[in-house]
């Protein structure tokens, strides 16, 4: 049983910083590619950041590009986000996903397994 478990989510002053962690059990963690998704209630899940299975390729939407970092470690079957100068239009749900290979995409499909979410708020 794959299994994806986030963790790191609260509240946060604009201008702050969170960091979100990803353990996945279940899986072979290294073969495959990982991703950081968002939602907000009413609108579909959107693509923030994604990184290759050995960590040598990243993806960011251009709405957090600049701000958010995606790293991975491979022997503790972890990604995190790290989020900086954070604003209120970041205010969401974040989701991690397991993707099908191990390239990075933005695509939702392309991700066969996701986690229960963590919500990040962010206060202006």
């Known amino acids: 049983q794959v299994q994806l478990v986030e963790s790191g989510g609260g509240l946060v002053q604009a201008g702050g910083s969170l960091r979100l962690s990803c353990v996945t059990s279940?899986?072979?963690?290294?073969?495959?590619?990982m991703g950081w998704f968002r939602q907000t209630p009413g609108k579909e899940r959107e693509f923030a950041a994604a990184?290759?299975?050995?960590?040598?390729?990243?993806l960011y939407a251009d709405s957090v590009k600049g701000r958010f970092s995606i790293s991975r470690d491979n022997a503790k079957n972890t990604v995190w986000l790290q989020m900086n100068s954070l604003k209120p239009e970041d205010t969401a749900v974040y989701y991690c996903?397991?993707?099908?290979?191990?390239?990075?995409?933005?695509?939702?499909?392309?991700?066969?397994?996701w986690g229960q979410g963590t919500q990040v708020t962010v206060s202006s």
């Open positions: 279940g899986r072979t963690f290294s073969s495959y590619a």
């Open positions: 990184i290759s299975n050995r960590g040598l390729s990243t």
């Open positions: 996903a397991s993707g099908n290979t191990g390239s990075v995409t933005r695509i939702p499909r392309e991700y066969r397994y």
